[in-house]
């Protein structure tokens, strides 16, 4: 490592976009010596397909990320992931649909392969640190954990997808773009003549880019998904559903039920593997039990707290109260009920503009 690098190392995941080509670049700014890596993950598909969904990991990323590597002067290596990416996010996503929930991709791509996978692999090549180009930030508590801190940004905030990351990961880990906002985070790109300045920023779930989830999965499983019953709560039956991998709680459009009422999903029972309709009214809720509650900021939860919790990624957030069940399980009672809370999506909680913890909604 050069002398003048007196910050050390830093392995900066870059997806091609603006967000990791800036973070790239700050770094180096700042005195870090950097080195750019591209994780393959999946990219097996069409160059033109991937570039028409601004797709965060498809090949076109490995071009871009590539040039934005030789404008700011750094050297640049693609890692193959592809095996930890179909273990732990895309196995992951089909058997999860397959049981009846709603999984959240991103948060385990977060944790198993952007942080587990590549933290591992830079630590071997001699680096000290990880960077990402996420909207959040990473700070040191009093008492000394590593916390992770909102965006100064609330609309392109992304710690509910953060929330998973261990103390070791978040304390090797270098967030840069935390402190700005999109059009800060462009206007950088730009005075910096970086390539990629005006580039859209990527949507949806990368492995899915058309929304698809049913159709992806049925073509990826090796299970058949079977047609069943829609019924109310009372068992009464409906009419039928194409496969319940097709459905999400809270889901209104494509059920082909004609009923004198709007009807919503409320439940699926893969175990008989029906999909429970009924009424807007039905999905609300105060109380939400989470597992695997995953303690950021605390250590643990001192009898109970008060939290501002999300329910979903784009969730505005709510108050509520906070409190541990056992070592697996949390609850967390709402002020105010919130609407359909989905087994499979995160509960993620919040004091001011930290995150507590979170853990998968059951």
Known sequence: MSVSHTKGTVVVGMSGG???SVAAYLLKQEGYHVIGVTMQIWQDEANDIQSEHGGCCGLSAVDDARRVAEQIGIPYYVMNFKAPFKEKVIDYFISEYEAGRTPNPCIACNRYVKWESLLR?????????????????????????????????????????????????????LMPIGAYTKDEVRTIAKKAGLVIASKPDSQDICFVPDGKY??????????????????DNKGKVLGQHKGIVH?????????????????????????????????DKEL????????????????????????TAKI?????????????????????????????????QSLVCYQGDYVVGGGMIV
């Not at 459905?247 to 593997?273: D, F």
């Not at 809720?285 to 109970?304: C, M």
Request: glycine residues 8%; contains cysteine; proline residues 3%.
């Open 121 to 173: 692999r830079s630590m071997e090549i001699g680096a000290d640190y990880i960077a990402t180009g996420h909207y959040a930030s990473i700070r040191q508590m009093d008492n000394g954990r590593y916390a992770l801190r909102k965006s100064v940004t609330e609309e392109k905030d992304q710690t509910y997808a953060l929330y998973s990351l261990t103390q070791e990961q978040l304390a090797r880990t």
């Open 312 to 344: 979903r990624y784009n969730h505005r957030g709510a108050k509520a109260t906070l409190r541990k069940i056992n070592d697996q399980y949390v609850e967390c009672i709402f002020d105010e009920p919130q609407r359909a809370p989905t087994p499979g």
């Open 284 to 307: 609300w809720a105060k109380r939400i039990v989470a597992k695997d509650f995953n303690y950021v900021s605390l250590e643990d939860i001192p009898g109970e707290i008060r939290v």
């Open 18 to 20: 603006v967000d990791s």
């Open 214 to 231: 049913g159709e992806f999965i049925e073509a990826n499983s090796e299970k058949d998904s079977l047609p069943g019953n829609f019924v």
């Open 247 to 279: 459905y999400t709680v809270g889901q209104r459009k494509g059920l082909g039920i004609a009923a004198g009422e709007r009807l919503y999903v409320l439940e699926i029972r893969s175990e008989t593997n029906e999909v429970v309709l009924g009424k």
